[in-house]
């Protein structure tokens, strides 16, 4: 299975401030056949289920503000946060889906400093 | 609206038996691959199993094979998981999750809590 690890496990950072998160594969989720990095982000709330930020590391779903953006390609992923709001503190994961099974991250914990 | 929504969790003495469901709505349920995740306290998601939108190709996790059983009706709009042989590290929350294929989960129900503890 390709292991998915996350730094760090978690940060404070002040609002209006950014928060970078870290997300590596043990493996290339580059897939040749598309050119596309199999890998999406998510935010968890306490009580919440996951909620879907990014997917092809890099494509914001319909809905997520702008200031989460994500970046990387092959092994090595990077998730921001810029103007950090108060809402945003949560739990982020990352998640690989280039082959089964899909795996994620342990989550990178974001507070407020 | 797209909407998942699990049921039948609850607490179980370790060896015993649960079944959950999973009701669909909002889209064609029979066009999507579905999932189950379960996450224990404090701990990322752990993907256990995975049923094809037709129902005829599934995969498991290897901490659950062989006891648990994913299954649906589409008929019905229901996921089910069929959790066998209970174990104390079966304890967490189980999620069921809509499957965008190729691969990212979106929607996920809002979860059902099992409980495996004598």
């Known amino acids: 299975d390709t292991v998915m690890t996350q730094s760090p496990d978690s940060l404070a950072v002040s609002l209006g401030e950014r928060a970078t998160i870290n997300c590596k594969s043990s493996q290339s989720v580059l897939r040749s056949s598309n050119n596309k990095n199999h890998l999406a982000w998510y935010q968890q709330k306490p009580g919440q289920p996951p909620r879907l930020l990014i997917y092809?590391?890099?494509t914001r779903k319909s809905g997520v503000p702008d200031r989460f953006s994500g970046s990387g390609s092959g092994t090595d992923f990077t998730l921001t946060i810029n103007n950090l709001q108060a809402e945003d503190v949560a739990v982020y994961y990352c998640q690989h889906y280039s082959n089964v099974p899909p795996t994620f991250g342990q989550g990178t914990k974001v507070e407020i400093k | 609206e797209v909407q998942l929504v699990e049921s039948g969790g609850g607490l179980v003495q370790p060896g015993g038996s649960l079944r959950l469901s999973c009701a669909a709505s909002?889209?064609?349920?029979?066009?999507?691959?579905m999932h189950w995740v379960r996450q224990g306290s404090g701990k990322g998601p752990l993907c256990v199993a995975r049923?094809?939108?037709?129902?005829?190709?599934?995969s498991y996790a290897d901490s659950v094979k062989g006891r648990f059983t994913v299954s649906r009706d589409n008929a019905k709009n229901t996921l089910y998981l069929q959790m066998n042989s209970l174990r104390v590290e079966d304890t967490a929350v189980y999620y069921c999750?809509?499957?965008?294929?190729?691969?990212?989960?979106?929607?996920w129900g809002q979860g059902t809590l099992v409980t495996v503890s004598s």
């Open positions: 909002g889209f064609t349920f029979s066009s999507y691959w």
């Open positions: 999750a809509r499957d965008q294929s190729p691969g990212w989960f979106d929607p």
């Open positions: 049923i094809s939108g037709d129902g005829r190709t599934i």
């Open positions: 092809w590391a890099s």
